[in-house]
């Protein structure tokens, strides 16, 4: 059959929605990834033990097991237990809680390394532990670890194209859907690649900008 | 939770983790020999060696793996590549597997102090001499860690072949949940022998580790 890439401009509108799409989903988990992360790393270094266990075995599960398995059991298990989600939901959930434990995983080893002083210092001016945490032990540590959570978020846009198989409408699920009606996948497939390409490389112009912010502002 | 039907179920699971495994070993063989070779033209004095390897990096680390296995799969076919879908499998996710081992090659090699390197010569050791009895040996050692966090990776990246219907233990998974209405007790399967398969690996690569360091 070979190569033909004059039908692109004919679909090109449906591929530009997939886009959107993945971008909308991609920042969607982010957020929730970021402060699920900060949420769950303060759980697992300051909850009591019987908060703490159950949750460093759901944080090894979700570790352990691929997120394609993981999204499965949250779109069927969810609808399961009665709770009927949008896939996109579904997959917002999905993508962001993955992505918050290995995110807590950074956030931990960081609240830790922020030198203990710090704390100290915070109780003795009078501010309540939760407050230290809050304001000045946290924000250092979240500072440190936002270059590898960067890596994180640029993994997670590429990971969103597995929730292409619950049934979202973003990049790989349109290019499929178009590949449907004109039995052209290596057209579509090869341009959805680059427009995650695209985006990849756009998402690493601003984390490459933010790093060199958080290393002036130093 | 339902165990009659967990019971029932469990040797087909078994037979699938059996594929997952397969997948894993021939895709980690694929996946180090694509990082080797990644690695030294991306280390090569050429400068198009270095800038293919850079190219190869960028543009597989830069694009979802379930898409590139798409296009091998579905679009290869078009200009004639006929795989199956086990092949396919294989084939994509080592090579996307090898874009990631070639930075941590990489990484290594380019970690060992340059003195060494100009030690060796000095003392009249040929370039590549240099690489293989002084530079390599040492990165190796340096290598095992990270590699095993790729191989770790690796493992639960042969999920994504489920999408193109190789029967492995995501697309069994799957299957049941589709069939039976019970995810959970699929997943709780399915998920159990991933941790067990990932702990393994996980053993063999300290275990490497421990024994290629010098105290």
Known sequence: ?218 | MDTDLMLKVYPFFLEAAWITILLSVLTAILGLTCGALGAASRLSRFVVLRFLGAAYVSVFRGTPALIQLFILYFGGPQIGIQLDAFEAGVIGLGINAGAYMTETIRGAIISIDKGQREAARTVGLSQWQTMYKVVLPQAARLMVRPLGVNLNMLVKATALVAAISVVELTYTAQRYIGSTYKPFEMFLMAGVLYMIIIFVVGRGVAWLDRRVQIT
């Open chain 1, 1 to 218: 059959m070979g190569l033909d890439f004059s039908i692109i401009p004919d679909h090109l509108d449906v591929i530009l929605l997939g886009c959107l799409w993945t971008i909308g989903i991609t920042v969607a988990a982010a957020i929730l990834s970021f402060f699920g992360g900060i949420i769950f790393a303060v759980m697992a270094l300051y909850a009591p033990w019987f908060v703490r266990l159950p949750f460093r075995v759901v944080e090894w599960v979700f570790m352990g097991t691929p997120l394609l398995l993981q999204l499965f059991l949250i779109y069927f298990g969810l609808v399961q237990i009665g709770i009927d989600l949008p896939a996109f939901v579904a997959g917002v959930i999905g993508l962001g809680l993955h992505f918050a434990v290995y995110n807590s995983e950074l956030i931990q080893t960081a609240i830790l390394a922020v030198d203990k002083g710090q704390m100290e210092a915070a109780r003795t001016v009078g501010l309540s532990r939760g407050q230290a945490l809050r304001k000045v032990v946290i924000p250092q540590a979240v500072r440190a670890v936002i270059p590898p959570i960067g890596n994180n978020m640029i993994a997670l846009l590429k990971d969103s194209a597995l929730v292409s198989v619950i049934g979202v409408s973003e990049l790989t699920l349109s290019a499929q859907r178009v590949i449907g009606s004109t039995y052209r996948p290596l057209e579509f497939y090869l341009l959805a690649a680059a427009f995650y390409y695209v985006i990849n490389l756009c998402m690493e112009w601003v984390q490459r900008k933010i790093e060199r912010h958080i290393a002036l502002s130093r």
